[in-house]
Nanobody, 116 residues
């Protein structure tokens, strides 16, 4: 049984930084990609950043230059370094993973709050 567990969320003032972590555990037959999504109240969940098995990264335009996604393959862990945070970054951040067999998994989410 595969589980994704996020950590590192919290409340930070505008301009501050947070580092989110997502650790995958259980029987994992490789990782195709890992990604971060976020969802603010009354909005649709959006893809924030992803990193493929080949190491390629992609970001939503609103976070380019401020957020960095990275991974530790040995630990099956993905990180999201968030700098220069603004109130629009507020939301629940979810870890997402596709394993080598094509199965999709989601974490429970971690709250990030940046007051206006």
């Amino acid at each position: 049984q595969v589980r994704l567990v996020e950590s590192g969320g919290g409340l930070v003032q505008a301009g501050g930084s947070l580092r989110l972590s997502c650790a995958a555990s259980g029987t994992i037959f490789g990782i195709s990609y890992m990604a971060w999504y976020r969802q603010a109240p009354a909005t649709q969940r959006e893809l924030v950043a992803n990193i493929t098995s080949a190491g390629s990264t992609d970001y939503v335009d609103s976070v380019k230059g401020r957020f960095t996604i990275s991974r530790d393959n040995a630990k099956n862990t993905v990180y999201l370094q968030m700098n220069s945070l603004k109130s629009d970054d507020t939301g629940v951040y979810y870890c997402n993973m596709q394993d080598g067999a094509g199965s999709i998994y989601w974490g429970q989410g971690t709250q990030v709050t940046v007051p206006s």
